[in-house]
Structures are given as structure tokens and as C-alpha cells.
């Protein structure tokens, strides 16, 4: 009887081990949802605009985000990073969700999290006029008014891709990181915008300055002189 007791305790000592890390991973996990969750509101309460659509904004952003996280290496909370920065930027939801793809590609290719890949994105496309509202009031100019959201939304992203193609060439083929072109974008970037230099000539010149030790916000400084 001895040693069938011990036997009983053992399985009993396993048995509490085993669901004390079952109970810990289950508490991760929904901590991790809670997050999710709460991000995942804010970017729709920002995208959506009124409390109306709300509801319609959370639902579909949510399925991309989901879907994102599933065909990335980031996670959904980290997605919803991005869909902040960029429904700060006024991206709608729709816009959000057509183009938070190609944020996730740069994000990847740069090794940088999906807020940061957004933010610098969104800050180096508004600087060159390349936002959600003016894309939108140039195809309200040139539709006669008649403005289709999936247009707006597909030119959006063709332009997000354009821009995320100059970062991706330039960083990989200089010796400046995405950070730190955002950096420089951050100080030269006005000044070139309102100057007609384009976006990809003042990206590589930030390149070949890095090439010569001369990053960051240096860089934007010794281009705007």
C-alpha cells in the first residue's frame, strides 16, 4: 500500500504542477487578448470617426488585424500598433485595412515593430502632402465629385507601396537603418517637400550621407543647410 500511496502522490504533486503552468499560460493569454482588445479599439474609435461606426470599423479591423498576425511574423496586438499611427495619420478604416499589409512589409524587411514601421510611414508620406485626405480630395477633384472608397483606397496603398519600395531600396543598400532615415525625414522633409525635391531623391541623398557616417538627424540637418 506503501507504494502505491507514493504513486497517488506523485500523480497528485504532477497533476497541480501541471495545471499551476496551465493556469499561468491561460492568464498570459488572456492578458495578451485584454491588450489586443483595447488597442484594437482605439485605432477604430480614431479610424471610424463617430460612435455610429464604430461598430463596423472595430469588426473589420479587427478581422484584418487577425488576419495580418496570421500571415506574419507579427502579432495582432503588434498590428494594432500600426493601425493606430496610421488612423492618427486619417486613415479611415477601409484605408487602414487596405494598406496595414504593406506597413507589415517594411516592419519585417527593416526588423522594426509594426508601430514604428507605421509611424515613420505616415510622418514621411504626410510631409510629402501624401495623406489619406489629400488623396481623397484629388480624386474628388478629378471624378467630378464622384468618389469611389475603394478608388481612394487602392491609391492610397499604390502610393504607401511606392514610398515603402524607396525606404526598403535605400536602407538595404546604404548604411542607414529605417529609423534613422525617418529621423532625417523628420528635419529635411518639409523643407524639401516645399522645395519640389521628391521624396526618393531626398531618401537616397539621407543614403549616401549615411554611407559617410552622417545619419539621423544629422543627416536632415546637413541636407536642410
Known amino acids: 500500500m506503501t507504494g502505491l500511496s507514493e504513486s497517488f502522490r506523485k500523480i497528485s504533486i504532477g497533476a497541480v504542477a501541471a495545471f499551476g503552468a496551465l493556469a499561468a499560460t491561460a492568464s498570459v493569454i488572456v492578458k495578451i487578448s485584454a491588450d489586443f482588445e483595447l488597442g484594437m479599439s482605439k485605432a477604430a474609435a480614431v479610424a471610424s470617426g463617430s460612435s455610429l461606426a464604430f461598430g463596423g470599423a472595430f469588426k473589420s479591423m479587427r478581422k484584418e488585424a487577425i488576419k495580418t498576425a496570421n500571415t506574419t511574423i507579427h502579432t495582432a496586438k503588434e498590428v494594432t500598433g500600426a493601425m493606430n499611427f496610421m488612423a492618427m495619420a486619417g486613415f479611415n478604416a477601409a484605408e487602414v485595412i487596405a494598406t496595414v499589409g504593406e506597413v507589415a ?19 514621411i508620406m504626410s510631409t510629402f502632402g501624401i495623406t489619406a485626405v489629400n488623396v481623397r480630395s484629388e480624386l474628388t477633384r478629378t471624378t467630378a465629385g464622384m468618389v469611389d472608397q475603394g478608388a481612394v483606397a487602392q491609391e ?32 529635411v522633409g518639409a523643407v524639401a517637400s516645399a522645395a519640389d525635391v521628391s521624396l526618393k531623391d531626398v531618401a537616397v541623398s539621407i543614403g549616401l550621407l549615411g554611407n559617410v557616417g552622417i545619419q539621423g538627424t544629422l543627416a536632415g540637418t546637413s541636407l536642410k543647410r
Open 105 to 123: 512589409k517594411l516592419a519585417t524587411a527593416a526588423n522594426i515593430t509594426m508601430a514604428e514601421s507605421g509611424n515613420v510611414l505616415t510622418n
Open 156 to 187: 492610397l496603398g499604390k502610393q504607401l507601396t511606392d514610398v515603402n519600395n524607396i525606404l526598403v531600396g535605400v536602407f538595404t543598400n546604404s548604411n542607414v537603418n529605417v529609423l534613422q532615415l525617418g529621423e532625417a525625414f523628420k528635419i
